[in-house]
């Protein structure tokens, strides 16, 4: 629990979210972030919606090129 803490709840804390994002509870955002064995990105939840699953882009957004 110390280490996931390294890059969950301490960097949000530091950088004044952690009321919103850093962990999974009730009125959090509900972010996820699951990388493959190969910390490749496998898998993406943004306040609790599917963005990409098996690495294969779901929902495009403003940022994409």
């Given at each position: ?31 996820l ?33």
């Amino acid at each position: 629990a110390d280490v996931l803490a390294l890059v969950t709840e301490n960097p949000a804390r530091r950088v004044g979210i952690w009321g919103w994002k850093g962990s999974l509870a009730e009125g959090k955002d509900a972010d996820l972030l699951l990388l493959n064995e190969d910390l490749q990105v496998d898998s993406v939840m943004a306040k609790g919606r599917l963005m990409i699953e098996g690495g294969r882009v779901l929902v495009r957004g403003t940022f994409e090129a």
